[in-house]
């Protein structure tokens, strides 16, 4: 197939779809080298971080949690509720600038090395299907192959642990949403007092044997909306594994005893071979690219065997190919940066001055003020306090810069955690301090003897008519 037939045959059709508009299911040949090797054992760590994550505890509660049901979030140890709203908006966007800036100078390197659905993918459940099934070849002469007892033992055994292991990244998952004591009570108690956690586990657990077992990188090409948005995130500079065209172009192939006139590709197809989603990188970068590195490795190893330096293959960008240099300072990434440092500056801020409770304190509505014993004169006001800690906290008033007695209706007032109280208060001052119609009022807020905040809001009096 000529250069250009090839260039637009493969932006016609997907790798993972024949010609007959059918699933081709791909049998990507085990990747082995120094990126694989790396790639290994950051996802041992990651998987280390989920499934010990929802263990871990801070002063006895989780270190994370991601309670969408109760709208409660503990995020390294501290916790945030619908209150904080705002403040998970802001670290929304701050993310998703985030994600923007990586992905314009990085490309798709998050895909590759931290995705969950590439490690678990990847490193997990298609480590099996070797283990169990074989190279590729064995994989697809299986697949091939009539139903046989070796047969049956072999997909048993590899769907059962298919399921255990789905099962247990569901629990996982539920885990980093409930919490590990809830969780516990799902496992322990009578199935019948958590049917709702139940249904959730199972029904987790099948939807990800199915991505796993079935779906695989369908769930990269087809649906991942990262994914989508490569192509108008990268740029000329932006870092993809890209083959460098220039050094092994014209292709051709080995032939022993002739003068090699081709560039360095020995087109030896050892690259798509280990394709976890079915492409021939030299064409150049694909949405189905998801940067595994699988690719690298395998021409690094071609290159190795034939005496040429490694890096056919590598992490670089279309600039960096072709000039040989790359910009890392594009406008396009200055404006992200400026804007991420903007938005992480507010959140720090924001974030380090959040207090503990926060007060209102307003006249109650249609009220105006009460003549009280002694020469007092009294305003009734509504208290809204929300906890934002994880236990209760004692609340007292005292106001500032005037004599004055304020108090609370029933009881002394204990803010429930992470609820907003409501209560209600008198503020009493003698009729000769009160010079004018409406009084400004700074009422100082206690939790024990920590001062948590001042509240302005205003008294209303009666004033004395003019004699004469
Ligand atoms: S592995 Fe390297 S040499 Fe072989 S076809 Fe791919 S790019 Fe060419
Ligand atoms: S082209 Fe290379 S990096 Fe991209 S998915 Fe295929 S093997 Fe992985």
Known sequence: MSSSSRESS?????????????????????????????????????????????????????????????????????????????????????????????????????????????????????????????????????NNAPWTATKIRKKGLKHSLYFILSFLVANTLLAWIIGTDKLYAIVTDPPSQHLGGLTAVVLFSGIFHWIFGWFREQACILVCPYGRLQSVMLDRNSIVIAYDNLRGEPRGKLRRGQ?????????????????????????????????????????????????????????????????KHRALATPRSIGYSVVLVILICLLTYFISNRSDIDVTILRTPGMYFQEQPDDYISNLYDVKAVNKTFSPLPLSFRLRS??????????????????????????????????SMNTPLDVEVYSGDKLVGVVRSSFLGPVKKKEG
């Open 259 to 323: 003068e090699r006139k081709e560039g360095d590709c020995i087109d030896c197809g050892q690259c798509v071979d280990v394709c976890p989603t079915g492409i021939d990188i030299r064409n150049g970068t694909q949405l189905e690219c998801v940067n595994c590195t699988a690719c690298i490795d395998a021409c690094d190893h071609v290159m190795d065997a034939v005496k040429k330096p490694r890096g056919l293959i590598r992490y670089d960008s279309i600039e960096g190919i072709e000039k």
């Open 10 to 142: 493969f932006r016609d059709h997907l790798g993972i779809v024949s010609a007959e508009g059918k699933r081709t299911w791909l049998y990507p040949k085990a990747p082995k080298g120094r990126f694989h090797t790396a790639r290994l054992i950051v996802s041992a760590a990651l998987l280390m971080i989920l499934f010990g994550t929802p263990f871990l505890r801070l002063h006895g509660h989780p270190f994370m949690l991601f309670d969408i049901t109760e709208r409660k979030f503990i995020i390294f140890g501290m916790i945030f509720g619908p209150h904080d709203f705002f403040l998970l908006a802001l670290a929304m966007i701050s993310t998703i600038v985030f994600i923007f800036l990586f992905t314009v100078v990085f490309g798709r390197l998050f895909c590759g090395w931290v995705c969950p659905q590439t490690v678990f993918m990847e490193m997990v459940f298609r480590k099996l299907d070797y283990l169990i099934e074989g190279g590729p070849g064995e994989q697809r002469a299986l």
């Open 402 to 435: 005037i004599n004055g007695t304020i108090r609370v209706l029933g009881d002394s007032l204990v803010l429930r955690s992470q609820e907003a109280n409501a209560a209600k208060l008198f503020v009493l001052l003698k009729r000769d301090q009160i010079k």
